[in-house]
């Protein structure tokens, strides 16, 4: 869910949604109450220091547990010193400076990611239930459908098959609901053959596409014993592996899946440390470097996933950004 604030009238808008969608998930009235008021909150700060922005809702579910995230987006003059604009009673904006203060006391966990003169972005988030077993991953995603539409024809979904942490990204052909039922069907046929390898993964999801307008997609496989990142792809699908602050673009080949593939192969890509995997659709522009973002590679996922959508958002498609990285 997505929610644009561009004057007053909007931040009651965004506290309803957010009220609306945190019910839809699960959250109990108590804590929809205080994701209310967080997003009433962060929709105040983007009008009064962002110049207007938007806040994105989703479901969670990562090392943390399960829940609500919220994010706030603006472009904005950002904030030279984060810590300091955390304190109950500083303001830049002669406002009681109470904002950030009060989302850290209602959310579990709150995360910022500013520059000064390049804008800001506020993760919060609120817990339902804790998380399973299995090897720890922090993940987040930012999305935005095509302009007007209600659904996304991007999908994706994160897997814990025996061979490794296993990422998909599909991006159905087009926009609208014909291209969300491909990624449906993606998302189906990489859930009922998520043990096979990456090649064959991709080849299930390519068969059963047939019947549908096709769509891009990708897997990214982390193989820990080995590693190693196994990366399959058709069409443009971007994927960015990230290991001790150096940045592999991965490589997919030509084609739409479900239509058009001559050539399905896996290539692989070492890492040393902790991976962050970067997937997205071509909603958005290739041309981005982390390196023109000091200190974002360290940031939670979803800080990463909503910089890279504010920026890089081509704003004619459906738009979707997702990052995990594995805690080995």
Request: overall charge neutral; hydrophobic content about 45%.
């Amino acid at each position: 869910m997505i929610t644009i604030v561009a004057d007053t009238s909007q931040v009651a808008e965004a506290r309803r949604q957010v009220s609306t969608f945190a019910r839809g998930i699960g959250l109990s009235e108590n804590r929809t109450a205080q994701a209310a008021l967080t997003a009433t909150e962060l929709a105040t700060n983007l009008l009064t220091h962002g110049g207007g922005g938007e806040i994105l809702a989703a479901r969670f579910e990562d090392e943390d547990g399960m829940g609500l995230e919220l994010l706030a987006l603006d472009r904005g003059a950002g904030m030279a010193d984060v810590e300091r604009c955390m304190r109950d009673g500083y303001s830049t904006a002669g406002t009681p400076g109470g904002g950030l203060g009060a989302i850290t006391r209602q959310a579990d966990q709150m995360r910022i990611y500013s520059r000064p003169g390049a804008g800001t972005a506020i993760m919060a988030r609120f817990t339902i239930s804790p998380p399973g077993p299995g090897p720890k991953t922090q993940c987040g995603v930012a999305a935005a459908p095509f302009p007007g539409e209600r659904i996304s024809g991007d999908s994706w979904c994160l897997a814990y098959a025996q061979a490794g942490r296993t990422l998909l990204m599909v991006d159905g052909a087009g926009h609208g609901p014909e291209a969300a039922r491909a990624a449906n069907c993606a998302v189906a046929a990489f859930h009922a053959n998520v043990e096979e390898d990456c090649e064959h993964l991709i080849e299930s999801m390519h068969r059963a596409l047939a019947a549908t307008r096709g769509a891009a997609l990708a897997v990214a496989r982390i193989d820990a014993s080995a590693r190693l990142v196994r990366y399959a792809g058709i069409g443009n699908i971007s994927g960015l592996l990230v290991s001790d602050g150096v940045a592999k673009h991965m490589v997919s080949h030509n084609g739409t899946a479900g239509h058009v593939a001559a050539r399905i192969r896996e290539f692989t890509y070492p890492f040393s440390a902790d991976p962050l995997v970067i997937l997205h659709s071509d909603g958005l522009t290739s041309r981005w470097d982390l390196a023109a973002y000091p200190g974002l590679i360290a940031q939670h996922p979803s800080l990463i996933a909503g910089v890279l959508l504010r920026d890089f958002r081509r704003g004619r498609d459906d738009a979707t950004v997702v990052a995990i990285r594995a805690v080995l």
